[in-house]
């Protein structure tokens, strides 16, 4: 007979927690809606500060899980992290059969690397991982979770929020793939997402594959962009209709390819990938270069 884990006092304290959990989260974001909806959304340039000041530095348990630290308590007593990154590395491997894409990678670049849930799947296929991040002491968790996996080269590059095209200036030289998860739900507004789409097809090489996932706006209200920031409520900042996200990835200059919806998971819901492809003829430098 089967054992259902779920059963028994313990299961049934976590599924209360989590609806609570929920239903927090819900209060939270209506409260922070009527704001924006009495006029009272923050300006792009103050939600930017706001983020750096939060995601600058250590913060706790909270800011850990946030930043998907392996031994954060969401992730410390489950294999979770671990399957966030192979799942990722699955939707890839999917999408890059189903467009014929099978050369080396010389190059992957993560946006919002994190504590390396995913790079520790992506750099082994790599010869160099660079993982973009706010926080300096983020970078160094990732770089020791690569390492402890592959001899993969890390390269850790930081930057603050108010500038993200200072990654360009730090990369030298183009990408085979860019990689960007649970981050755009998080970025402060709808058009810096944009920003950072143009920042990842002058990254690209021509051919090559961006995978993108942001948080969609199912059209109800408690879904679209919130434009105020607050730290104890950090999803749903950023969201877009699925049909206006392909259609600005397709004025960055990407061709998209495919969408794989998730519509709840284990950390939240109402998840969209988007597999985008560069141009096989596009040089590095483009007119769509960041504003």
Do not use: W
């Given at each position: 007979m089967q054992t259902n884990h779920s059963d028994g006092p313990a299961g049934r304290a976590r599924s209360?927690?989590?609806r609570c959990k929920q239903v927090a989260r819900q209060t939270r974001e209506t409260g922070l809606r009527v704001l924006a909806g009495l006029g009272m959304s923050q300006s792009e340039s103050k939600i930017s500060a706001e983020s750096q000041q939060y995601w600058a530095q250590p913060g706790g348990q909270s800011w850990e899980s946030d930043s998907h630290w392996r031994a954060a308590p969401e992730f410390d007593s489950t294999d979770l992290w671990s399957r966030i990154g192979r799942k990722h590395l699955a939707l890839f491997d999917k999408g890059a059969r189903m467009v014929e894409f099978d050369r080396p990678l010389d190059r992957v670049v993560e946006w919002g690397c994190g504590g390396g849930a995913n790079a520790v799947h992506f750099?082994?296929?790599?010869?160099?991982?660079?993982?973009?991040?706010?926080?300096?002491?983020?970078?160094?968790?990732?770089?020791?979770?690569?390492?402890?996996?592959?001899?993969?080269?890390?390269?850790?590059?930081?930057?603050?929020?108010?500038?993200?095209?200072e990654a360009l200036?730090?990369?030298?030289?183009?990408?085979?793939?860019?990689?960007?998860?649970y981050v755009?739900?998080?970025?402060?507004?709808?058009?810096?997402?944009?920003?950072?789409?143009?920042?990842?097809h002058s990254l690209l090489a021509p051919g090559g594959l961006a995978l993108i996932q942001v948080k969609y706006n199912d059209g109800r209200w408690l879904t679209k962009p919130r434009r105020r920031f607050r730290s104890s409520a950090l999803a749903d900042l950023t969201t877009y209709p699925i049909p206006v996200f392909w259609t600005l990835a397709e004025g960055c200059g990407f061709t998209p390819e495919m969408i794989h919806l998730v519509p709840k998971?284990?950390?939240?819901?109402?998840?969209?990938?988007f597999l985008l492809r560069k141009g096989e003829t596009e040089g590095q430098e483009s007119s769509n270069h960041p504003r």
């Open positions: 209360v927690l989590g750099a082994p296929r790599a010869k160099e991982f660079v993982g973009i991040d706010i926080s300096a002491q983020t970078l160094e968790e990732c770089a020791k979770q690569v390492a402890a996996v592959c001899d993969t080269t890390f390269r850790p590059v930081r930057i603050d929020v108010a500038e993200p095209d200036r730090q990369i030298n030289g183009p990408c085979d793939v860019f990689l960007c998860f755009f739900e998080l970025l402060p507004t709808p058009e810096y997402g944009e920003l950072v789409l143009r920042i990842a998971n284990e950390l939240d819901e109402r998840y969209a990938y």
